[in-house]
C-alpha cells in the first residue's frame, strides 16, 4: 500500500467542503469536509445512519447538497446532474443490485460498453468482463433479475472493470453476501484500483475495508470524527462501530 507520504503528494480527485444534505426535513449531513487523492482507495465507515451513503449519493449527483460544495477532477460538481458527473468519469456502484433485471447479462454488458465511448471493441471488453467473473460467462443468456444476489453484484463490478473509471464510488457492495462471493468482489475491487482508478468505498465490512484502504473516513451523525490513515481508526472504530461486522 502506499505510503501516506506519498498519497499527500498525489493531486487531489474529489474534493468535499462543508456539504450538508437533507432528505426533505431530516438533516443527514452537517459540513462534512474530506478529499481524496487521485489513485488511492478512501474506505468511508461509520454506523448505520451515519450518512456514509448520503455523502456517497451526493459526490455523484444523485442527491443535491443543500450547501457547501463537491469537486471533481478540478471541476465543481455540485450542482451537475448524475449523467454530467458520470460522462466526465465517474461511477457510481450504489447499494443493492444495480442491474437491468429484464436484460440478459450479455446485454447489460453490451449496453454498459457501447454507452462507455471505449475505444476497444465492445466484444473485446465484454471478454474481459468474462474473464474477471468466469460465473458471468456461464450465464450469458440468463436474465439479471433472475442471478442471485452476488452473481449481480459481480455484474454491476464487470461493467466498471473493462471501462475502468477515474472514480468509483461502491456502496455497501458487500451487504447479504457470502464469504466467498465478497472474496471475489474485493478481488475485483483490487483490480479496478490497479487498473488506474480511485475507489471511494463506503463499506459495513469494516475489516475488509480496512484491508484495501489507505485512509479511513469516520462518519457518526453526519459529521466526521476521524479522517487520516487506517491505522488511526484504532479504539474510536471499536466505540462507533460495534454493531458492524468485522468493526
Do not use: C
Not at 455523502?55 to 460544495?69: H, N
Not at 479504539?235 to 458492524?244: H, K, Q, R, W, Y
Request: proline share 6%; aromatic share 4%.
Amino acid at each position: 500500500m502506499p505510503s501516506v507520504t506519498s498519497l499527500m503528494a498525489r493531486r487531489t480527485i474529489l474534493d468535499v467542503r462543508n456539504v450538508k444534505a437533507s432528505y426533505g426535513p431530516f438533516r443527514a449531513l452537517f459540513g462534512v469536509s474530506f478529499s481524496v487523492p487521485a489513485g488511492s482507495t478512501v474506505a468511508l465507515l461509520g454506523p448505520n445512519g451515519a450518512g456514509k451513503s448520503t455523502v456517497a449519493r451526493v459526490v455523484s449527483g444523485l442527491v443535491r447538497a443543500i450547501s457547501g460544495s463537491v469537486t471533481f477532477d478540478g471541476v465543481e460538481t455540485t450542482h451537475l446532474p448524475a449523467w454530467k458527473i458520470a460522462r466526465m468519469g465517474m461511477a457510481h456502484a450504489p447499494e443493492g443490485r444495480a442491474v437491468f433485471g429484464s436484460l440478459t447479462v450479455a446485454e447489460n454488458l453490451e449496453l454498459a460498453f457501447r454507452r462507455s465511448g471505449a475505444s476497444e471493441p465492445y466484444r473485446t471488453l465484454m471478454s474481459r468482463a468474462y474473464s474477471a467473473f468466469p460465473r458471468l460467462g456461464e450465464r450469458t443468456g440468463q436474465l439479471a433479475e433472475t442471478l442471485s444476489g452476488g452473481e449481480q453484484r459481480m455484474l454491476a463490478l464487470a461493467r466498471v472493470l473493462a471501462v475502468p473509471p477515474k472514480l468509483l464510488v461502491v456502496d455497501e457492495i458487500s451487504l447479504g453476501l457470502a464469504p466467498v462471493i465478497i472474496d471475489e468482489v474485493f478481488d475485483a475491487l483490487r483490480t479496478i484500483r490497479e487498473a488506474g482508478t480511485t475507489l471511494l468505498l463506503v463499506e459495513q465490512q469494516v475489516s475488509r475495508a480496512i484491508e484495501v484502504a489507505d485512509r479511513a473516513i469516520l462518519l457518526s451523525k453526519g459529521e466526521v470524527v476521524i479522517d487520516g490513515p487506517v491505522s488511526e481508526l484504532g479504539d474510536a472504530a471499536g466505540s462507533l462501530l460495534p454493531e458492524l461486522p468485522g468493526g
